[in-house]
């Protein structure tokens, strides 16, 4: 899995857009993104009630709302167990999620596959 905390790149990755920052259409979130083969899915971590009424978007496109704040036990049990491994670019985690992170065996560094992934062109573009 891998943790996407540059909002940004959630909200390309999610397709939503939000107004929690003036003259940006970005919303306050984190997102784990699943990308084992046949589990693909992302929990997204954001105020359910700023998502409740695009929920069916979200469920048909594998994507799970959960409360912004459990973001930090989630990673803590996620990176405790030893059969789990959560990418994280360290560029872009903030102190505090990496602080719970850094010294778990099953993390690795990874780079922000999304940033690949917006850089690359299709045939109209």
Same mark, same amino acid.
């Given at each position: 899995m $891998? $943790?996407?905390t &540059?909002l940004d790149?959630i909200? =390309?990755l999610t397709?939503c857009r939000g &107004?929690?920052?003036? !003259? ?5 979130? !984190?997102?784990?993104f699943y990308? /084992?083969e046949? /589990?693909?899915?992302l929990d997204l971590? &954001?105020?359910? +009630? @700023?998502?409740a009424?695009i +929920?069916? !978007? $979200?469920? &048909?496109? @594998? #994507?799970n709302v $959960?409360? !912004?704040e459990? #973001?930090n +036990?989630v990673?803590e *049990?996620l990176a405790?167990?030893?059969?789990k *491994?959560?990418?994280v670019?360290?560029?872009?985690? %903030?102190a505090?999620? =990496?602080?719970?992170?850094k010294? @778990?065996a099953?993390?690795?560094l *990874?780079?922000? #596959?999304v /940033?690949?992934?917006?850089?690359? @062109? %299709?045939?109209?573009?």
């Amino acid at each position: 899995m $891998l $943790l996407i905390t &540059t909002l940004d790149d959630i909200a =390309w990755l999610t397709n939503c857009r939000g &107004t929690d920052i003036d !003259y940006n259409p970005v919303f306050f979130s !984190y997102a784990l993104f699943y990308v /084992q083969e046949g /589990q693909e899915r992302l929990d997204l971590f &954001t105020n359910p +009630q @700023k998502v409740a009424d695009i +929920q069916d !978007y $979200l469920s &048909t496109h @594998k #994507i799970n709302v $959960l409360p !912004y704040e459990d #973001i930090n +036990q989630v990673l803590e *049990k996620l990176a405790s167990e030893n059969d789990k *491994k959560v990418g994280v670019h360290t560029n872009t985690c %903030n102190a505090a999620l =990496w602080n719970i992170l850094k010294d @778990k065996a099953g993390v690795e560094l *990874k780079d922000n #596959i999304v /940033q690949f992934t917006k850089a690359e @062109k %299709n045939e109209t573009e």
